[in-house]
């Protein structure tokens, strides 16, 4: 937990720096995918419902193009049954989103990149094992509402290939509609 930690000290004194905005998140979403089969038997088609909230920090690339980097802590909880075993999962991830972005007008931006976060629980996290980490094709489109607040749709599509263990919790799609929040833009 202190190397997270750390990581995240890092990421937020290196883009406070060079930044042209500092934004406050938040998602909420529905994450979703088929059905998946566990100790060979199958269950139901694996959703949850979830919450993404972090801070992100854009930097103006080109007129129109940025680049934008993040922290955000996620939290999904799922509802799933398998043989008629009915049961609840809950979890949550660190993710690291990194994207390129383009202004398509002074209200609309687009950005696509990928998305990094834990796998499994900090605790169970061994660097000689795989699947310790998952890697997600992120898309995000904001609405710019005004000065104090932007609209997001964000999804996330896994491209990693993980064991259904690992995504019973955490399903390998979503959706998410969100706010955001300008804490600091600096005007160069």
Known sequence: MRKIYFLA???FAF??????QFNAELNLGYSFQEKTEINNQDTNSVDALGVRLGLNYQ???LKQAYFEVGTFLKYNR???GIEGLDFTADNLKFQVPL???YNINEKLKVSAGVGIENNKDF????FKRKENLRYDFLTKFVY???QKMKFSLYT???LSKTSDIYTISSPKNGIYLGVIYPLIKNKK
Not at 123 to 126: A, L, M
């Open 9 to 11: 000290l890092i990421l």
């Open 15 to 20: 883009n406070s720096y060079a930044q042209h």
């Open 59 to 61: 930097q103006v690339i």
């Open 78 to 80: 799922s509802g799933n």
């Open 99 to 101: 994207y390129f972005g």
């Open 123 to 126: 605790s169970d996290i061994d």
């Open 144 to 146: 710019d509402y005004g």
């Open 156 to 158: 996330h599509w896994s």
